[in-house]
């Protein structure tokens, strides 16, 4: 990604921030991925939601989105008005829906090991650095896919694929 | 260059001779399978601008998670899935009251053998990893890809091989033998990674018992989740599936991330429980008899197979369940509420006063037919303990096996089977 990201970062949140956390099972009926943010956090940490300002970035400690494949979590992150999320590890589904979403996810320990709510953070997610501006320090992230910035860079799976498939007629008419 | 069974299997699909841990590839994809959330991937598949999926004969659509439809919104949604499998020529779906849990049906029908790229929109799709397949779960999105190109990217995951030697003890199952190695690696001790579980314990176990592993390894956070493709398997396989069966093994010398060794009867001498709210908090049933239990659950796509109601029956044969407590009792499929009414099992948990709830997931995912309220207990043979997962945020979910579930119904707190079976007899 060429852009570097700025945001405040949201509420700390622990290790093992699961699924139900994120998104509870009973509202996985709700197909509009709009609509989804209405319930994040809704059963742990019902007030979470308030505490988030649009641009914020999500921190987090290990494993964050274990459990479901529900995209529904990572829907409602994104829609929540987060730019991104920096945990000191993913879950393998959850990284790769949130990817698909186009919402961007760095892993960093360092970052989260220093983080408190408020601070402004710079994240460089393809070279992989994360700057906290509030303390004045500087972190290492592993850097994110260069396919993983492409699909961001796209807005996600969807516009991505929709983008391939639209050109395809007219390669054609090159040959 | 030996390789282990995901990498042969990620190898054949991308078409490419070896692939190595951590490369990116780009595999086709054999079978991909969705419950009610195909809704979300309709959604996303038409806004991809494609019409046709495609190839409809690798596509299948099980309902399982809301059934039959507890709202209007989710009759919307069946019949919008329902409407979509008929436009597209899908023949294989499972609608209401044909199918059952969508990781059963598939093991019933045939539709996963060996060597087999499964992807499924339900997290634990790595329980065909128990049918030789390189199976794991994805996203709706993600899947809307699968469905217009037929072909995904995966990074290839290292593999951690689990060898349990000896024989389980008695009322000690494979649910305690998982629970157990999640307990020791961590719900992310296997994140990203794939798992091959082999030695004498697990080539003795049946298949069904072999699709707990696999299904729960997802709560270890691995990818795939292999168990032996053997004669019990083949056996198993060749009265289900189609065409040859591909015998697919590790290769000798295969390189493993790190090799696990169990001893099951000197390590795991009695039923294992994961307390709340994760399922890696694991301890021995022993140390949790004060535990009073509201709701006991007997189902899932972890337990819900003959065998499991076998055992469940063969304890509650004769008993009451406790005043207290709501036992829940739910074939996995079709198929097994059929088997388990001929065998007279159904008949046992009723007498002893269970409910049965249709196949499905229902209070698994907390979205129907047995929510817990606040300050509530229930001790469940499904897979996951979140807070909230089966109700309200103040009630607690432990994870167990069908013989320490159907023990707990009786004493009404949470007990050992091998207690409780001493006091029936006795």
Known sequence: MSSILKGRIAPVLPDNIDTDIIYPGRYLNITDREKTTEHLFELAYPELRARIQPGDILVAGRNFGCGSSREQAAAAVKFAGLSAVIASSFARIFYRNAINLGLPLMVSPETVARAAEGDELEIDPARGVVHNRTRNESYTAAPLDPRAIELIEAGGLVPYLKRKHAKQPEQLAHV | MPMTMAEQILARASGRARVTPDEVVVARVDLAMSHENADLVRKAFFEIGVDKVWDPDRIVIIFDHRIPAESERTAATHKAVREFVAAQGIRAFYDVGRGGICHQVLAERGHVSP??????????????????????????????GVW????????????????????LGPFVSAKDLILYIIGQLGSDGADYRAVEFDGSAVRTMTVASRMTLANLSMEMGAKAAFTPVDQTLIEFLEQRVRGPIDVVTPDSGAHYERVIHINAGSELTEPQVACPHSVDNVRPVSTLEDIEVHQAVLGSCTNGRLEDFKVAAGILAGQRVHPRVRLLAIPASQQVYLDAMREGYLTTLVEAGAIINPPGCGPCVG?????????????????????GRMGSKDSNVYLASPAVVAASAIAGHIANPARVAEEVFV
Not at chain 2, 148 to 167: D, H, N, Q, Y
């Open chain 2, 115 to 144: 060597g087999m790229v499964v992807v499924g929109t339900d997290s634990h799709t790595t329980t065909h990893g128990a049918f030789g397949a390189f199976a794991t779960g994805i996203g709706a999105t993600e899947m809307a």
């Open chain 2, 367 to 387: 979205v129907h037919q047995g929510i817990l309220s606040a300050g509530e207990n229930c001790i469940s043979t499904t897979n996951r303990n979140f807070i």
């Open chain 2, 148 to 167: 217009a190109e037929g072909e995904l990217w995966f990074k290839v995951p290292s593999t951690l091989r689990i060898e349990v030697e000896g024989a």
